[in-house]
């Protein structure tokens, strides 16, 4: 998965190019930020992916601004990043932060069969609540002509890891400054059901799993 | 702080423009997405960012590709992003995120200025940590070479935010599937002490605040 451009040139023992590596880091994140040239530059926008293989999905508005340069084949870098903890150093130099990233570049193209389309929604959807496209209502024509999806690959990838303590200068560690890592997580609230929800409706698998992949510490 | 480039065209009552909105969501924040252009391509690369008034500041080493080439003015796009939930709907249509988002335009300059840099280095700490700065060993004439401080005006730069239950279509309401928000929420887990801390050294200020900032639930 390594190219000249997905090769990670700072700190580079960080880097990691395994599609184990890079697979787990998007599979336990569904935001990622998109970046595109438009007419007037360079644009970051967040936006939510689904993978499946060596493939992530992205979806939206037909009309939308980013859909219509990504599926014209303009080049796109998608990064993906997940934030595992804060590293306090006893210098300001080593403080760190504790993290697992993926860059992919490539350009993206529009699925535009019927099936392999639908299968692209399924994947975005589970890819968030995995079992949620057996539970809810599908698309029909208008919502499925209305949306436009979008497939780029990862095979022009790298991911970025950083672990562990801070690495401080070993004059300072006879500084009395408190040093180590605050860990971060992203956890899961009680789930709040809708107004207008049916009389007995009781919390669906999908909804439960998520309860427990992010769980309340 | 609305332009033509900064204006929210996809869901554009999702879109805010003031100061205090954009402010919060990036100082409920520390990571942030740089787009810009490498010779091969759109570029988005995950990064620490501190903010102070009116000015976001960036950091890194002086030999990190990014830096480089922000330096020189490139056009840069800065997107920050706090996910708060996941928005589960009767139909798929209408499942979403709840997010609170920030997307800034413009060109960056290196802060080159002594005291500006080292107040710039202050700003990057402590929009982490708050109170840190003083915590912790100042920069050596070294470490303050190796370290670009760039900063990026906040004047072209929109919000964009979904709050709320799932908007189904009436005709959905009657659907026994359960639909509702999934809160999503950032915290701390308990600190984990550097091996080879100091015997007594206990937890400073800035770290039982950052345990406050990001309470476990």
Chains 1, 2 share one sequence.
């Not at 080593?94 to 350009?107: A, D, E, T």
Request: glycine content about 8%.
């Amino acid at each position: 998965m390594k190219s000249e451009r997905a090769t990670v040139r700072r700190l580079p023992e960080r880097g990691a190019y395994d599609p184990e590596t890079i697979y787990s880091i998007l599979d336990e994140n569904f935001v990622c930020h998109v970046g595109f040239n438009a007419d007037h530059g360079p644009v970051v926008l967040p936006t939510l992916f689904g993978r499946e293989g060596d493939l992530i999905y992205l979806h939206g508005s037909a009309g939308a601004h980013m859909l219509r340069i990504l599926k014209g084949g303009a080049p796109v870098s998608v990064a993906v990043t997940s934030v595992n903890g804060i590293v306090a150093a006893r210098s300001h130099f080593h403080h760190s932060i504790n993290y697992r990233s993926v860059v992919i570049f490539g350009q993206a193209t529009e699925v535009t069969d019927v099936q392999e389309k639908l299968h692209g929604m399924e994947v975005l959807t589970n890819h968030v609540l995995p079992g949620r496209w057996e539970e809810a209502r599908q698309p029909n024509t208008v919502e499925f002509t209305q949306t436009v999806v979008l497939k780029l690959p990862i095979d022009e990838a790298s991911a970025k890891v950083r672990v562990g303590p801070p690495k401080d200068d070993d004059e300072d560690l006879e500084l009395d400054v408190w040093a180590g890592v605050i860990p971060m997580a992203t956890v899961a609230g009680a789930p709040v059901p809708d107004d207008q929800l049916q009389a007995g409706t009781s919390l669906s698998p999908s909804i439960e799993a998520a309860l427990a992949r992010w769980p309340s510490r």
